[in-house]
């Protein structure tokens, strides 16, 4: 087939039935298809397909050719002269047949039948004899024959009797003795082995609520409930908003000119001296005298000087225009020109609340996940005491210190706490719980707890060291298993059901056997389970 003529390929998968290749090959729109079979042959297996692909491509006015190796296949594209082609680029050829040479030491010997009732086969018989005796397998190596050359198998008889296949007679002596092999070992476990039997006790209980206070100990003690206790540690961090304001900026100043007109001695006028202007309060920033009066010539004459005023109060509202001032000081009047200087404005800060309301948002997001996380840590052996929950709190740091400006309002709180969680291991608990119960209902030799309402235990008052238990416990009768199974051995499940139930404080009994063939509970301890519900 040259590569210039036009083709199609069909590459068929393990998966695709022979009805999708025969649908693929009506609508292909070429005249030659070349088919690649899977490399495990599928659907490829079966002469017949491959007779159904060779009448769908002639229905159809199709050339099909497959591109395969396999022996077996060319051997069965041979049968219906399909070409086959190693390659799709290499000419495809109609393969010879493979046939199975026949030797006559393999015939068995028998009589010979008359010509009259031979009746040579059809050329289609002849195909089918082929295809089916072609092996799959590709490891399977076939003689090459030519059809032309086959031998034709003898029909001449030879003279005597029959002689029995003692293969044959070998396989059937074998599979009977597997058989019954099977059926050998099957009833000894059947008898043997497969007997078991399942009894289920409803006692008739009495609730009685217990309740005391225990001792915690991380050692194991027959009086105090053992204790275990998981921790993590997290690091959080946290943006928040800066609520605290401060004001910043500078007081006004300025000079201030004091005069005295009652006293011949100079007055002293001490730094932080108060002078005052309508709303605002100034004080000397530095300390000054203020000369006596003189009187020259009859003409008086006062003590004058100046001195530099700064306003108590930060703000515009103390850049005073020039006007008299109020004195503090007896006898001392002063009077200023204008004021400047004086500015405020104000700032976002971080307050001392701000830290305490991030550090709590922290512990409020994340307390749910964190006390899952601790109480995943116990095994089921144990049960959590939710009260002994405890946030330690380690490093804080916040990227704005308290009173300082926060930019853009805004700052990030770090924080590391160490979280805890205390659990009390089960089986203290039982421990506990039924000394509760001797002290309470005394001598329990005729009775036993069925259920220590693990469930539903509670948990008060806990205090590090000890903790009020409270518990609903389940009492019934006591019932030696022992004595029992060896009573019930070889019973039936009525008679099991009978003597048991006679017992005080049996409810129910539920007899139940491994398999429909036993009826009767074995006389095997180890095959015989019993186990006690408790009546709700």
Known sequence: MSEKVKKDVIYVDVEDDITDVVNKIKSSKERIIAI???????????????????????KNDKK???????????????????????????????????????EGDDVIDGESLPISEFSGPTSDEKEAEILEGIDIDDNKNFNKINPELKKEKTNKSRKGLKVPD?????????????????????????????????ITIAA?????????????????????????????????????????????????????NLSQSGDSDPITVAQGSAFSAGQCNFITTSSVTIPGVKIKGGVISNGKASVKIKAT????????????????????????GQLSGGSKKTLKVVSQNDINAAKAKINTENMDSIKSSLKAKFSSDYTVLNDSFSVKEGE?????????????????????????????????????????????IGDLNNQKI??????????????????????NV???????IDNLKDKIKGKKSGEVRSLIEAKEGVKNVDVKFSFFWVNTVPNDDKKINIKFTVDK
């Open 36 to 58: 690649v079979p899977p490399k495990s042959l599928g659907i490829f297996r079966s002469a017949v397909n491959i007779r159904l692909l060779s009448r769908a491509a002639q």
């Open 64 to 102: 099909i050719v497959f591109i395969t190796n396999n022996s077996a296949l060319k051997t069965m594209s041979a049968a219906v002269k399909i070409p086959v082609s190693k390659t799709l680029q290499s000419k495809p050829e109609i393969p010879e047949i493979d046939i199975l040479e026949v």
């Open 166 to 198: 003692f293969s044959k007679f070998r396989k059937k002596i074998l599979i009977i003795g597997g058989v019954f092999s099977v059926f050998l070992v099957f009833m000894i476990w059947a008898i043997f082995f497969a007997p078991f039997a399942d």
């Open 204 to 256: 008739k209980t009495s609730t009685t609520n217990v309740k005391g206070v225990a001792s915690i100990s991380n050692s194991t003690s027959e009086n105090s409930l053992l204790s275990k206790t998981e921790t993590i540690e997290k690091n959080h961090e946290i943006t928040f908003e800066a609520t605290g304001t401060r004001e910043e900026g500078e007081a006004a100043s300025g000079t201030l």
């Open 313 to 336: 109060t930060i703000g515009e509202q103390c850049n005073l225009s020039a006007q008299e001032y109020v004195s503090s000081i007896k006898g001392i009047s002063a009077s200023g």
């Open 396 to 440: 804080i740091s916040s990227s704005v210190a308290v009173n300082q400006e926060a930019p853009n309002g805004k700052a990030t709180l770090k924080a590391t706490y160490l979280y805890s969680i205390l659990a009390i291991e089960n089986r203290s608990i039982e421990r506990i719980i039924s000394s509760l119960a001797k002290n309470k």
């Open 450 to 471: 069925y259920d220590y309402g693990l469930k539903d235990v509670s948990f008060s008052k806990f205090s590090g060291n000890s903790v009020e238990i409270s518990s």
């Open 474 to 480: 389940k009492i019934g009768p006591v019932i030696d």
